[in-house]
């Protein structure tokens, strides 16, 4: 039981650059989401999803898709990369027995954009 | 729209002193609580929770928080803090099945 995995864990990309950070769990969790950590900032929801097939948008959104053809899996896709986007990425799972419990994030990814 | 307000954001404490963060939400339904601890260069990991019933949760590590209806209030407290508490500590509050929203975090240094 891996838990949340989350690939790759360090990232410089140039502006303008596209990218995917992978996520993926095997819990068989209904709920993931994306994060991103900024200091000061907490943890700020970029997109979440409930189940394959639908997703949300969250409080920051913009430059970034997400789609959830599996239970397991949940990219983050950066269309265009910017400076701003510059933080540290952290995907998370829960089950939905009593709406959404612990949430079990991964290791993280810190991405930098020059 | 939801929020999550952490009075403090850099809390200093020796060693055996008690500890008491605070944590109010604005939220006009039902909500699940949690507190959410981040060891220095790890990942989340929760500390508590509180979905119904018992509005004093108690968490791992020696930890508690209580929930207060009235006062949309959900603070978290430990009565002696130890130096391995140190972290990085995040209220969250999210609706059934839809958007989790966390406070900006709260630092705790304790000193040894």
């Known amino acids: 039981n891996a838990g949340v995995t989350q690939t790759p864990k360090f990232q410089v990309l140039k502006t303008g650059q596209s990218m995917t950070l992978q996520c993926a769990q095997d819990?068989?969790?209904?709920?993931m989401s994306w994060y991103r950590q900024d200091p000061g900032m907490g943890l700020r929801l970029i997109h979440y999803?409930?189940?394959?097939?639908?997703?949300d948008q969250g409080e920051v959104p913009n430059g970034y898709n997400v789609s959830r053809s599996t239970t397991e899996d949940f990219p983050l896709r950066l269309l265009s990369a910017a400076p701003s986007q510059t933080s540290v990425y952290f995907c998370?799972?829960?089950?939905?027995?009593?709406?959404?419990?612990?949430?079990?994030f991964g290791p993280g990814t810190r991405l930098t954009v020059l | 729209a939801q929020s999550v307000s952490q009075h403090n954001h850099h809390v200093i404490l020796s060693e055996a002193a008690s500890l008491e963060l605070g944590c109010n939400y604005s939220?006009?339904?039902?909500?699940?609580l949690f507190w959410y601890v981040q060891y220095p260069g790890q990942h989340l990991q929760l500390l508590l929770k509180?979905?119904?019933?018992?509005?004093l949760v108690k968490g791992i590590k020696g930890f508690e928080a209580e929930f207060i209806k009235s006062k949309f209030s959900f603070n978290l407290r430990k009565p002696s803090v130890q130096w391995s508490d140190t972290a990085e500590y995040f209220c969250?509050?999210?609706?059934?099945?839809?958007?989790?929203?966390f406070g900006d975090g709260t630092t705790l240094t304790v000193k040894p």
């Open positions: 509180y979905f119904s019933g018992d509005p």
């Open positions: 969250a509050v999210i609706p059934f099945a839809g958007k989790s929203t």
């Open positions: 939220y006009g339904g039902t909500v699940n």
């Open positions: 999803s409930v189940g394959a097939g639908i997703t």
């Open positions: 819990m068989n969790h209904e709920y």
């Open positions: 998370a799972s829960s089950s939905l027995l009593a709406g959404v419990s612990e949430q079990f």
